[in-house]
């Protein structure tokens, strides 16, 4: 469905901790993403990668952070500097260089308690 | 950077009827237009596409136009059902492409 998994699809963190969004790809994409969705504020980008070992901040970069060692894997860090955490959080990917279209993964729904 | 507007925010529309969603965007060497339908608690997914050298695609009842010069593409979607029923996304990228830059999404209600 895709070749693209987040896990968990449910997360609760108390407010303070650092907590990690995983995200893994077997379609073989060069670049990743991680998008913010907020109720009427369609996808915001987080942070996109287009190879390994290399990403880039995107439009709301602040208090997150991203790794990107291996090419299936691009893990999110939403850390205790992030003031409104809670969302849903897309990842997708994509082949690089070529005009096609991005996968979704499923999601996931952070919610700070 | 690219900046894509969508219209409207919220449709209701009667079962059977047809539907329009439109986009403008900004920077005008955008070159590939995506549209993703999401269901609710589900994943984006891509319905249609249109490259900028092609000024309209259709897949069923399911087109999409593309006007350069005025920098804006809609979707159309004829003879709605329910199950068409979700929030569909619009976006923009360009040929070197690192980002895609997404409208706000349109929540399109089919009433049977």
């Known amino acids: 469905d895709g070749g693209i998994t987040q896990s968990p699809k449910y997360l609760f963190r108390k407010e303070g901790q650092n907590v990690t969004l995983s995200c893994e790809q077997n379609?073989?994409?060069?670049?990743m993403y991680w998008y913010r969705q907020d109720p009427g504020q369609g996808l915001r980008l987080i942070y996109y990668?287009?190879?390994?070992?290399?990403?880039q901040k995107g439009d709301i970069a602040e208090g997150y952070s991203v790794s990107r060692e291996k090419k299936e894997s691009f893990p999110l860090t939403v850390t205790s500097a992030q003031k409104n955490p809670t969302a849903f959080y897309l990842c997708?990917?994509?082949?690089?260089?070529?005009?096609?279209?991005?996968?979704f993964g499923q999601g996931t729904r952070l919610t700070v308690v | 950077g690219e900046n894509v507007e969508q219209h409207p925010s919220t449709l209701s529309v009667q079962e059977g009827d047809s539907a329009v969603i439109k986009c403008t965007y900004s920077?005008?060497?955008?070159?590939?237009f995506p549209w993703y339908k999401q269901e609710l608690g589900k994943r984006p997914q891509l319905i249609i596409d249109?490259?900028?050298?092609?000024g309209e695609k259709k897949d069923q009842r399911i087109a999409v136009t593309l006007n350069k010069t005025a920098k804006h593409f809609s979707l159309h979607i004829t003879e709605t059902q329910p199950e068409d029923s979700a929030v569909y996304f619009c976006?923009?990228?360009?040929?070197?492409?690192?980002?895609?830059?997404f409208g706000s999404g349109t929540k399109l209600n089919v009433k049977p």
């Open positions: 997708a990917s994509r082949r690089d260089r070529e005009i096609t279209e991005a996968f």
């Open positions: 379609l073989n994409h060069d670049a």
């Open positions: 990668s287009q190879i390994v070992n290399d990403f």
């Open positions: 920077d005008s060497a955008s070159n590939y």
């Open positions: 249109i490259r900028s050298n092609v």
């Open positions: 976006a923009a990228s360009l040929y070197n492409f690192n980002k895609f830059y």
